[in-house]
């Protein structure tokens, strides 16, 4: 169930819609059996958004044996933020792509609440944080977040927001 949650929390959100929709758009001809097909996919995107989250889901699942999951509880005096993009990659491979280029890693990153997050790995750079998390990793959490946020970030603290450098995505 949790991983279903998760494959849902990926796709249901707008910055996902509108660049998947902008990716299947680009890729249909400007035709009138392709404006048709543009048609389709915008007005039954609710049904796509749902099989993809359901395909997510299953894959987070049936992957559990091979993925690093990482339970994180934060002792720290700054909260975990969240934003209208819940679930982030944090594989470090990444920051080398190319625009519009779809990673082939993920280490996918869900703050559940202020103090607990949790994570589900293709990598074991994570693991660690099973132990504990310091203030600079809550920080570079927040950070990702932040910068992966389509319009809003979250916080049960006024000041961490305050504090926080963003702008949306855009």
Same mark, same amino acid.
């Given at each position: 169930? #949790? =991983? =279903?949650? +998760?494959?849902?929390?990926?796709?249901?959100?707008?910055? #996902?819609?509108?660049?998947? *929709?902008?990716?299947?758009?680009?890729?249909?001809?400007?035709?009138?059996?392709?404006? #048709?097909?543009?048609? +389709?996919?915008?007005?039954n995107w609710w049904y796509v958004n749902f099989m993809l989250g359901l395909n997510s889901g299953w894959a987070?699942?049936? /992957?559990?044996?091979?993925?690093?999951?990482?339970?994180?509880?934060?002792?720290? +005096?700054?909260?975990?933020?969240? /934003?209208?993009?819940?679930?982030?990659?944090?594989? /470090? /491979?990444?920051?080398?792509?190319?625009?519009?280029?779809?990673?082939?890693?993920?280490? *996918?990153?869900?703050?559940? $609440?202020?103090?607990?997050?949790?994570?589900?790995?293709?990598?074991?750079?994570?693991?660690?944080?099973?132990?504990?998390? $310091?203030?600079?990793?809550?920080?570079?959490?927040?950070?990702?977040?932040?910068?992966m946020a389509h319009l809003s970030v979250y916080s049960n603290e006024r000041e961490v927001l305050a504090g926080?450098?963003w702008k949306p995505a855009s």
């Amino acid at each position: 169930d #949790f =991983c =279903c949650y +998760l494959g849902h929390q990926i796709t249901r959100t707008k910055f #996902f819609r509108e660049r998947t *929709l902008k990716a299947v758009l680009e890729n249909i001809p400007d035709t009138p059996k392709g404006k #048709f097909y543009a048609h +389709l996919s915008k007005k039954n995107w609710w049904y796509v958004n749902f099989m993809l989250g359901l395909n997510s889901g299953w894959a987070f699942y049936s /992957s559990r044996k091979d993925s690093h999951k990482v339970a994180i509880v934060n002792n720290t +005096l700054i909260p975990f933020v969240t /934003s209208d993009n819940p679930v982030i990659n944090m594989h /470090s /491979s990444i920051d080398s792509l190319q625009p519009g280029e779809a990673p082939v890693y993920m280490d *996918l990153y869900i703050a559940i $609440s202020p103090r607990y997050a949790y994570m589900i790995n293709d990598s074991p750079d994570f693991n660690h944080l099973a132990g504990g998390i $310091s203030e600079a990793d809550v920080q570079r959490f927040n950070s990702r977040v932040a910068d992966m946020a389509h319009l809003s970030v979250y916080s049960n603290e006024r000041e961490v927001l305050a504090g926080m450098k963003w702008k949306p995505a855009s």
